[in-house]
């Protein structure tokens, strides 16, 4: 098999290609096709070997010929340009690759590799299958991040191509960085001047005037260069650049700064004293061990733009103070003891990695001289060897040790020590948190974590963290001042006299990151009633309080995300027919405080938060539901009872803490349970006693210490006398309300309201109608009206049902019906 293929390039991310549709049809009738097959690809006098990916060709680029799609990088590599013409046949019997031999393209690719070794060596056969002498091989450790390398030698010698296997040893020749040259100056003056570099802990000068000016004592080693333009850069540990996954604020933050040493006597020995400025340039923190070198000839003015280089720094989260306030006592209690920490949970978006940030500045800008080292446990967690993992913890944690004080933050710590799960396998996490454990003894600890119970047990119960703080929802004048701060940081400012108390109010339960994307969409949409308006150019898009009011509509906070919430319920009161004195205490309950909030709030009485309706299936308790929701502007989280339930020990249990967690967090809303009867029946009639254990969640649900701020529970029963009586007395649920069968008056209310969707005759006596329709349910009501209407449809399209008349109007056609 040898034609002639057009190469179209595609992003396909391994050295693999696919073939044209003919071919994987002609392959696929081969009775005893080979796993993988090799085709050499020749053109202009060169040649190559590929492996098929087992895919069809699907690009167009041909225009009618066959395709050979490959990588565009791999392509490049091999000299090919997209819609190159080459030629391509089968190669058979490829000998299986004993050995090979192969060297990074580059010192940029070979420190790549080295730091990515367990990852190549697991992906390398799902990305290239040949090798060949003189053959690139493209290796994609990310969709942005590649490795070339370049075969030097394949074992079996005697073959031109050879198919990698599982048992296939490949070797890479290092390929380190080459070294500067020394510099010609005398060896005195390189001794003296270049070579020598001074460890030294930076400290901030809060007075200081001149942004280009370090100080030093006179009597340190480093005074020997007073006067000179010296070079300022973070002190970096070995362990440090050997770990690949510890890239939280090293690579990123290394930046060396340029400034005049001078000497003082109010400094320390082994200090170096800078200005603010400076430490926000280089990204150093005050207590930080630096290296101090004499700057190269081209950096003796890099302190010249330190103003420009130099962001401010970042501004508190609005609205948070207090809580900021109240983790850095613990932090300070934390160091003031020489050990301890503090965990901040939140959900995602609630802010924690801002709270830390500004915790570990405050600390930092003490009067401890505070060493601050950072730790990103999400990046950290992707690294698939738990050795690596460790060995990144460990070499924090030594780095904390040697700048004591010192406080070491791990973000996201719940990433790398999760807590254990029934049936799964938590070795790693164990081993991890044993390793963190023992690495940080004697080191205030500052983490962030969804919640305590997503931690692993080893980490809390080894006294790492001797406080949590969970941070709490924002409220409306939280909120404000978070979206002021944000319109303040944003590129497109408000108006003018924008109100940002509206937007405030209904947006409850947004966190921090919410309200941050919903200023975004008002931006866009700022900007689209500036190109609609045909504004001149020159004109700033400014928000207005019509643009947050546009933006908020359709959005859902990330909170509502994860539930199976109906923000929007279709029904409303005037959907519903009767049942009067039951809409009239759900106003009282759900309405009045959430219209009124501030009125409520400063009721020193706990107000009604719970209401059982129970009556007759059919009766209406689900639509009152949705319609109090609908009527009140709450979010409704409607939950079957039977879904919560499970067979596994515990797992009832969590899954109704985790309910009620997330409705606190959707708050204000609604959270309804139908058939509640079901998941809630009397304790001690379960032979298993799952029934009784979720009971006891429940209890401790509803009426806890906390209470269910701004969470009103609706449960709907058909048989309350089977629901514990612990969970129908006040503080629970509160008021149990019945749903009667309808009388006359109702049913016909009921009836005029579902016949009011439909295209009736104007002759209908509905009392009339209602008076032979005595108990019946709404449902019943409801199915009279539709079945009313087929019949109609029937007698319209010449296809009555049997026994009704062709000719019958709508109002008789429902006769049949109550006659049953």
């Keep these: 098999m040898s034609q002639t293929l057009v190469v179209a390039f595609s992003s396909l991310h391994s050295c693999l290609v696919n073939l044209p549709p003919r071919w994987v049809a002609a392959l ?70 004993t050995a090979a031999e192969v060297e990074p393209a580059s010192a940029d690719d070979w420190e790549i590799l080295s730091l990515n070794a367990g990852a190549v060596e697991e992906r390398l056969l799902q990305q290239a299958r040949v090798v060949a002498v003189g053959q690139p091989i493209v290796f994609w450790l990310s969709p942005s991040t590649v490795v070339r390398l370049a075969t030097a030698a394949v074992t079996p010698r005697t073959q031109a191509c050879c198919l990698l296997a599982n048992d296939s040893e490949v070797v890479v020749a290092p390929r380190p960085r080459a070294r500067k040259a020394q510099s010609s100056q005398s060896p005195a003056a390189s001794v003296t001047d270049t070579a020598a570099v001074y460890c030294m802990r930076i400290a901030a000068d809060v007075t200081a005037t001149a942004a280009a000016t370090v100080y030093a004592n006179p009597a340190a080693p480093v005074a020997c260069l007073a006067g000179k333009s010296v070079r300022i850069a973070r002190a970096l540990h070995r362990e440090d650049s050997e770990v690949a996954a510890d890239s939280s604020g090293s690579a990123a933050a290394t930046a060396a700064v340029s400034a005049s040493l001078a000497a003082s006597d109010k400094v320390q020995p082994g200090v170096l004293l800078a200005s603010p400025a400076l430490l926000s340039a280089a990204g150093l923190s005050p207590g930080e061990a630096v290296r101090v070198q004499v700057a190269a000839a081209g950096e003796a003015d890099g302190t010249d733009k330190t103003n420009e280089t130099s962001g401010a720094p970042p501004a508190l989260e609005a609205g948070v ?196 994307a919903l200023y975004e969409r008002a931006t866009h949409e700022a900007a689209v009633r500036a190109v609609a308006a045909e504004s001149s150019r020159a004109a700033r898009v400014e928000v207005t309080a019509a643009d947050l009011t546009r933006a908020l509509a359709g959005f859902r906070p990330a909170a509502l995300r994860s539930l199976r919430v109906s923000a929007a319920p279709t029904a409303r009161w005037s959907d519903i027919g009767g049942l009067r004195d039951a809409r009239r205490l759900l106003r009282e309950t759900l309405e009045l405080p959430a219209r009124y909030g501030a009125v409520f709030a400063s009721s020193p009485l706990r107000l009604r938060s719970g209401v059982l309706l129970y009556g007759f299936p059919g009766c209406g308790k689900t639509l009152l539901a949705a319609a109090a929701a609908r009527e009140c502007g709450l979010s409704l989280v409607a939950t079957k009872g039977p879904e919560l339930l499970s067979k596994y020990i515990g797992s009832s249990e969590q899954a109704v803490r985790d309910l009620f967690r997330r409705a606190a967090a959707a708050a204000p809303c609604v959270l309804f349970f139908d058939e509640f009867d079901a998941i809630a029946p009397r304790r001690g009639h379960d032979s298993t006693g799952v029934t009784d254990r979720v009971v006891n969640q429940f209890l401790t649900e509803m009426d806890g210490a906390e209470g269910l701020a701004g969470v009103y529970v609706l449960a709907a029963t058909s048989r309350p006398d089977l629901i514990d009586p612990a969970l129908l007395r006040p503080g629970r649920l509160d008021k149990a309300l019945l749903c009667p069968l309808p009388d006359a008056a109702d049913r016909a209310d009921i009836l005029a309201r579902h016949a009011a969707r439909l295209r009736t005759a104007a002759a209908i006596d509905w009392p009339a109608l209602a008076a032979r329709a005595e108990n019946f349910t709404g449902a019943d009501l409801q199915a009279l009206v539709y079945n009313a209407f087929l019949e109609a449809v029937h007698e319209r399209t010449q296809a009555p049902l049997p026994g009704a008349s062709a000719s019958a109007p709508v109002s008789e056609a429902a006769a049949p019906v109550f006659a049953m």
């Design 28 to 97: 696929a009738a081969q009775p005893a096709s080979r796993a993988c097959m090799v085709f050499r690809v020749s053109w202009q006098q060169q040649t190559a070997y590929v492996a098929w990916s087992g895919g069809v060709a699907q690009s167009n680029i041909g225009q009618g010929a066959d395709v050979l799609e490959m990588d565009g990088t791999f392509g490049r590599a091999l000299g090919l340009g997209d819609g190159a013409r080459v030629r391509v046949e089968y190669v058979p019997d490829v000998a299986t690759c």
């Design 321 to 516: 103070t207090a809580f900021i306030d109240d983790a850095w006592r613990c932090v300070d209690s934390a160091l003031a003891g020489g050990g301890g920490g503090l965990l901040v949970c939140g959900r995602r978006g609630a802010g924690k990695s801002s709270v830390v940030r500004a915790v570990a500045a405050r600390a930092a800008q003490g009067t401890r001289l505070v060493f601050v080292r950072h730790v990103d446990c999400a990046a950290l967690a992707l690294e698939p060897q738990t050795a690596r993992v460790v060995a990144a913890l460990r070499a924090a944690a030594r780095e904390a040790l040697a700048g004591a004080p010192a406080v070491l933050v791990l973000d996201d710590v719940d990433a790398v020590t999760p807590a254990a799960v029934e049936h799964g396998d938590d070795r790693r996490a164990r081993r991890v948190a044993e390793a963190l454990v023992a690495a940080t003894r004697g080191v205030a600890v500052l983490a962030t974590a969804a919640s305590r119970a997503a931690v692993h047990a080893r980490v809390l119960g080894a006294g790492v963290f001797g406080a949590t703080r969970e941070i709490p929802p924002p409220r409306a004048a939280e909120r404000e001042l978070m979206l002021a701060a944000v319109a303040a940081a944003s590129a497109a400012p408000p108006a003018p006299a924008t109100s940002f108390a509206a937007a405030a109010y209904a947006t409850e339960g947004y966190a921090p990151a919410d309200l941050r």
